[in-house]
């Protein structure tokens, strides 16, 4: 099992930024990657970014250039920064990690960004 602590969200003007930091613990060894989700009510969950453990990463086409994703893999923990932010980016936004059985995810965290 792993453990998905998150932390950073709030409320934010638009064009500001905001940094999301996402904990693990647990059977840690086993996971290759590790990521940000967002979720809107009535929506589906979708991939914000994701970083494997070698440092690959992937993003949605909408944050690219403006969130960075980043990884520590001694303290076991993935960031979000998250710059010139808009208001279509309000939503909750969950933390992922994967290994080759299953995916786990954080509690969410409300990220408001206001116009």
């Known amino acids: 099992q792993v453990q998905l602590v998150e932390s950073g969200g709030g409320w934010v003007q638009a064009g500001g930024s905001l940094r999301l930091s996402c904990a693990a613990s647990g059977n840690i060894f086993s996971i290759n990657f590790m990521g940000w989700y967002r979720q809107a009510p009535g929506k589906q969950r979708e991939l914000v970014a994701r970083i494997s453990r070698g440092g690959l990463t992937n993003y949605k086409d909408s944050v690219r250039g403006r969130f960075t994703i980043s990884r520590d893999n001694a303290k076991n923990t993935v960031y979000l920064q998250m710059n010139s932010l808009k208001p279509d980016d309000t939503d909750v936004y969950y933390c992922?990690?994967?290994?080759?059985?299953?995916?786990?995810w954080g509690q969410g965290t409300q990220v408001t960004v206001s116009s």
């Open positions: 992922n990690a994967q290994d080759i059985k299953d995916d786990y």
